[in-house]
């Protein structure tokens, strides 16, 4: 079995890696649809478009990195540190929303 990736990572290994991302990250975009979507209706003031913009972000994001483009090279571990990167940027930039963003 060849290696993939710059750690020499086997492949299949890696497109497992890559296959319980894409899942992770679907679970998770769903989780925070439903949490935002549940504190809308519970009448809890928050910053909708905001929030379901970085959403939408996460799962275009996905889209892409689940895309068949991406799907016929291969998933070295520079695009797996870029996803959990931008992943990781996206939850500091959110969490770091000045308090008169999310509350009046």
Same mark, same amino acid.
């Given at each position: 079995?060849?290696?993939a990736?710059?750690?020499? $990572? %086997? +492949?299949?290994?890696?497109? *497992?890696? &890559?296959?319980?991302?894409? #899942?992770?990250?679907? =679970?998770? $975009?769903?989780?925070?649809?439903?949490?935002?979507?549940?504190?809308?209706?519970?009448? $809890?003031? =928050?910053?909708?478009?905001?929030l &379901?913009?970085?959403?939408? =972000?996460?799962?275009? @994001?996905?889209?892409?990195? /689940?895309?068949?483009?991406?799907? /016929?090279? +291969?998933?070295?571990? @520079?695009?797996?540190?870029?996803?959990?990167?931008?992943?990781?940027? #996206?939850?500091? &930039?959110? *969490?770091?929303?000045? %308090? @008169?963003?999310?509350?009046?």
């Amino acid at each position: 079995m060849g290696t993939a990736g710059e750690l020499g $990572i %086997p +492949a299949h290994s890696q497109e *497992i890696t &890559f296959t319980q991302l894409i #899942r992770l990250r679907w =679970l998770a $975009i769903f989780g925070q649809a439903a949490a935002v979507a549940t504190a809308a209706i519970a009448g $809890i003031d =928050l910053p909708l478009g905001l929030l &379901f913009t970085f959403i939408a =972000l996460m799962a275009v @994001s996905n889209l892409l990195v /689940d895309s068949s483009k991406w799907s /016929d090279q +291969a998933r070295g571990t @520079s695009q797996l540190a870029l996803v959990i990167v931008s992943d990781v940027g #996206r939850v500091a &930039f959110t *969490i770091h929303l000045p %308090p @008169s963003t999310c509350y009046s």
